[in-house]
Each structure stands twice: as structure tokens, then as C-alpha cells.
């Protein structure tokens, strides 16, 4: 067997990472039986640099006929002076995610015991209970409504949900939900804000079809508030595109590092897999970066677009592994511990699959 795979690279971190991704992805299939066939392609500001856009047209028609996307990251303040639309976050990342359909985010953020000391929290000697899934909304909200436009005195982006988008992205927190502890925690503004007012009736009327899950309402301030202060309350939050965007990556801090968290996003026919944090253009070309998030994401692929749960499960505690065997990238270094390079952490993994 052998899967079609598309790979977006990207920009700064992202080619560092990615390499690395394979590497372990190309580790678990020779000794699952299976292979990957690996179709490169032009993504963000690597392909503005080389065709003028951030999403060419050949890139776009190899992800859509491709079982599966595995990308790195997009951006940098080379391109950060073009107009919004020619940028690669929103004419390359958005557009990819918005032309696949790729409605939900899936973010799983999860500390591990032995790198307590990185996260910002301490629970006075007790490993915060961190192990939450954000169910993230990804091609509606503010970041798509229309109309949008950008004056030298005025600019103005559109909040819109429609109820169709909000059923459907609950419908996977609810379903995620029943996996993961039962308890789904909606985040919405209901109190300020319509589309959130229509977010939380939509959910609320969805409630009796899942008996078994215990739903909750939360304001997108307070549990901003909640995740520092008491983590171990979540199991799966599902919430929109801005809030999740915010939220996943304050969750993500809880966990030691952006590094660290992979993220599956998912449509109707391919999916899309990616670190969560972005080309860290700060730490980019030293060989330096936590190539984890993209190996994560590389598990995660796994299990939702090609049903290798044996495989992917191997990745996961390949990755748990290498933490507890005490390797690190300076990004998840505890006090007396010596970072390893991006490539080690690779070889690290790939070893103990
Ligand atoms: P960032 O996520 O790139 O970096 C934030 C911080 O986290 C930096 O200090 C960085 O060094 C660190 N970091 C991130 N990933 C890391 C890793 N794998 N290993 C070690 N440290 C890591 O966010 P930013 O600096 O705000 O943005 C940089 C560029 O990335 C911008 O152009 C932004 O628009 C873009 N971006 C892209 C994506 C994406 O491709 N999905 C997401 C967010 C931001």
C-alpha cells in the first residue's frame, strides 16, 4: 500500500521541520508494510518568491488530488509589507484551508510529566493536569465574513456564523468529545456578540442528541482565565476561528513550547496537517527548532486520513519516549539539561518507534 502525500514545506522553520516529519514517517511504514509517495510543492513565501503567488494553482490541484497534506509553516517579515490577500498566511494558508474545506482544527495540547518545568504554571510541585483538545472552527468567523476592507482611516473585518457552520463544527466536538472524557466546554461571546448568540443556542439545541456528553457554556474571557488557572477542567473544547486561534495557542504555552502541538485539520474529502505555531523566523536556519509539533502532526495524519492507528500509536510513544529518555530542543530545555539539535530529535524518535 502506498499513500499519495503533498508537501508544503513552507517558509523559515518549516523545510527544518518537515524533514524531519518524513524522516519518522518514512521510519514507522517500512516496518508497517506500507510506503508514502511524496509529491513536493510550493507553499507561502517560498512561492511568492518563485511564481508571484502564495498558493499556485499547480500546488492547490496536487493537494486536492493528494490522500492527505502535510505542511510546514507559512510566513516572515519578508512578505509582511504585501497586501493582505498576496500574503502567505492569508492567499496562501487561509486559501488552502478555505478551498479544501477544511472546517475543523483539531489542536490536542497534552504536558508531559517530564517537562513540568517548562510549563509557565506551577502547581506547587504537582504536574499541572493539561490533556485538552481544541476544537477549533477554521474556515468561517472574522477571518472569512465579508465584506472586508483596509482604508488608510478605517479598517473593517465581518463576524458571521451561519447555522450550518456552527452545527457542523459542534457535531465533531460533541463526537470528539464521547473519546476523550465526555465533558465538551463551548466557548463562545454570547453575552456581547451575535454570532456567538447564535454558536450557543445552536449547541444548546444539539444537546439532547449526545445524552451521553456533559456540555458547558464558557465565555471566551473567562476560559482564557480558566486555562491558566485550573487546565485539568477541560477535556475538549470547541469553539470559532478567533477565539480557537487565541485559545490553542494559549494552551499551547501550557505545554512547554509551541513546538509541541500538532494539529489536524479536516473537510469533506482531504485533510491537512500541521504544527500550530508558525515559521518562528527568530530561531529559523540554526537547526535549532522542535521538529515534535510536525511529527505529531505526521501521527495525526495518519490516524484520520489513512486509518493506521497501529502506526500512528507507535509515533506517540516514539515521541513520549524521547521526552522521557531526556532529549531537547532548547525550546523545552529544563534547568541543568543540554538542548539537542532538530535533527537529533528526529533520530531520536525514528530510533524508538
Ligand atoms: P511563531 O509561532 O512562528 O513563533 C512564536 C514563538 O514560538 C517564537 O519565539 C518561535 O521561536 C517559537 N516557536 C514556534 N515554533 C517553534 C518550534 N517548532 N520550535 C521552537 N520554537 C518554536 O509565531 P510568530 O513569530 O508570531 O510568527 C512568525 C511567522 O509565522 C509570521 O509570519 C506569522 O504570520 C507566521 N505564522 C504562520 C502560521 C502557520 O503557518 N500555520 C501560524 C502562525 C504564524
Given at each position: ?110 504536558l508531559?510529566?517530564?517537562?513540568a518545568?517548562?510549563c509557565p504554571l506551577d502547581f506547587?510541585?504537582?504536574t499541572p493536569?493539561v ?97 491558566i488557572l485550573?487546565p ?21 504555552a501550557l ?99
Amino acid at each position: 500500500m502506498s499513500y499519495d502525500i503533498a508537501v508544503l514545506s513552507g517558509d523559515h522553520i518549516g523545510p527544518e521541520v518537515m524533514k524531519e516529519g518524513l524522516k519518522v514517517l518514512d521510519a514507522v511504514a517500512s516496518s508497517e508494510g506500507f510506503s508514502f509517495n511524496y509529491t513536493e510543492a510550493l507553499i507561502g513565501g517560498a512561492a511568492i518568491d518563485a511564481t508571484g503567488s502564495p498558493l499556485p494553482k499547480d500546488t492547490l490541484d496536487l493537494c486536492r488530488s493528494s490522500g492527505a497534506v502535510y505542511l510546514g509553516s507559512v510566513g516572515g517579515p519578508e512578505w509582511d509589507n504585501l497586501p493582505p490577500e498576496k500574503r502567505p498566511e492569508v492567499g496562501g494558508l487561509l486559501e488552502v484551508r478555505k478551498s479544501l474545506g477544511l472546517f475543523a482544527n483539531l489542536r490536542p495540547v497534552k504536558l508531559y510529566p517530564e517537562l513540568a518545568s517548562c510549563c509557565p504554571l506551577d502547581f506547587k510541585g504537582k504536574t499541572p493536569d493539561v490533556d485538552i483538545l481544541t476544537v477549533r472552527e477554521l474556515i468561517g468567523c472574522v477571518y472569512f465574513g465579508e465584506p472586508k476592507t483596509l482604508t488608510e482611516e478605517e479598517g473593517l473585518d465581518t463576524m458571521i456564523y451561519r447555522r450550518h457552520e456552527v452545527e457542523r463544527i459542534l457535531k465533531v466536538g460533541f463526537k470528539t468529545a464521547g473519546s476523550r472524557g465526555g465533558r465538551l466546554c463551548s466557548v463562545d461571546k454570547a453575552n456581547v456578540l451575535r454570532s456567538s448568540m447564535l454558536w450557543r443556542k445552536t449547541a444548546e439545541n444539539m444537546r439532547g442528541d449526545y445524552p451521553e456528553i456533559d456540555l458547558s457554556h464558557m465565555y471566551v474571557d473567562n476560559a482564557a482565565m480558566q486555562l491558566i488557572l485550573n487546565p485539568g477542567q477541560f477535556d475538549v473544547i470547541v469553539t470559532g476561528n478567533l477565539f480557537g486561534d487565541i485559545l490553542s495557542d494559549e494552551s499551547a504555552a501550557l505545554a512547554g513550547s509551541l513546538g509541541m502541538l500538532p494539529s489536524a485539520s479536516l473537510g469533506p474529502s482531504v485533510h491537512l496537517f500541521e504544527p500550530s505555531g508558525g515559521s518562528a523566523p527568530d530561531i529559523a536556519g540554526k537547526g535549532i527548532a522542535n521538529p515534535l509539533a510536525q511529527i505529531l502532526s505526521g501521527a495525526m495524519m495518519l490516524e484520520h486520513s489513512f486509518g493506521e492507528f497501529k502506526a500512528a500509536g507507535r509515533i506517540y510513544k516514539a515521541v513520549e519516549k524521547t521526552i522521557v529518555d531526556g532529549f531537547r530542543t532548547g525550546d523545552i530545555l529544563g534547568p541543568g539539561e543540554e538542548a539537542v539539535s532538530t535533527a537529533a530529535i528526529g533520530d531520536a524518535v525514528a530510533e524508538r518507534l
